[in-house]
């Protein structure tokens, strides 16, 4: 099993370097991830599986969920602020997601 590991970039970024990368090389791409920042990397040939979930989100699952583009998504997060980022979000705003 193949192993990345780039000091001072977290996992997100070398997801989403490799996805791209991927992609350029006409591959598809399932990401595993219940992180919701990996759904901006949703298109035409990447799909984000959120197995706690069991969902496999394309493009039209992200707008179904979240009511954005899966190209939207950074600015609906950094709206809504994310702790585990350390992102304060606007204070006052909540996203309610759109299904369980």
């Known amino acids: 099993m193949a192993s990345f590991d780039v000091p001072g970039f977290e996992a997100d970024d070398l997801i989403a370097t490799l996805t791209k990368k991927a992609v350029k090389d006409a591959m598809n791409v399932i990401i595993v991830s219940s992180d919701k920042d990996i759904l901006s990397l949703v298109g035409d ?43 304060p979000g606007v204070e006052g705003l909540a996203k309610k997601r759109q299904s369980s």
């Open 45 to 87: 040939h990447v799909k984000v599986l959120n197995e706690p979930r069991q969902i496999l989100y394309d493009a039209k699952k992200v707008e179904e969920d979240w009511g954005v583009t899966p190209a939207q998504m950074p600015d609906v997060l950094s709206l809504m602020g994310d702790s585990s980022d350390n992102v």
